[in-house]
Nanobody, 115 residues
């Protein structure tokens, strides 16, 4: 059974930072394409950043230069370092794992940025 558990969200002031973590279990982590998505109230879920099994990364234009995705295959973890946070970054952040045309989602962690 594949499980993804996010943590690290919270309330932060504009300009602040948070480090989100996602712990994966039940699957061979090293082969997974991992991604962070977010969904703000009334908006569609959107891709924030992704990282392939060999470490190649991709970012949404809105977070380039502020967010960094990384992974630790030995620990089955993926991280999202968020810096220079803005109120518009407020959303529920979800971890997603993809392999062999299957996708798995975590339960999400709330990030709230106050102005």
């Amino acid at each position: 059974q594949v499980q993804l558990v996010e943590s690290g969200g919270g309330l932060v002031q504009s300009g602040g930072s948070l480090r989100l973590s996602c712990a994966a279990s039940g699957i061979t982590f090293s082969i997974l394409l991992m991604g962070w998505y977010r969904q703000a109230p009334g908006k569609q879920r959107e891709l924030v950043a992704s990282i392939t099994s060999d470490g190649s990364t991709n970012y949404a234009d809105s977070v380039k230069g502020r967010f960094t995705i990384s992974r630790d295959n030995a620990k089955n973890m993926v991280y999202l370092q968020t810096n220079s946070l803005k109120p518009e970054d407020t959303a529920v952040y979800y971890c997603k794992a993809s392999v062999y045309a299957r996708s798995y989602w975590g339960q999400g962690t709330q990030v709230t940025v106050s102005s």
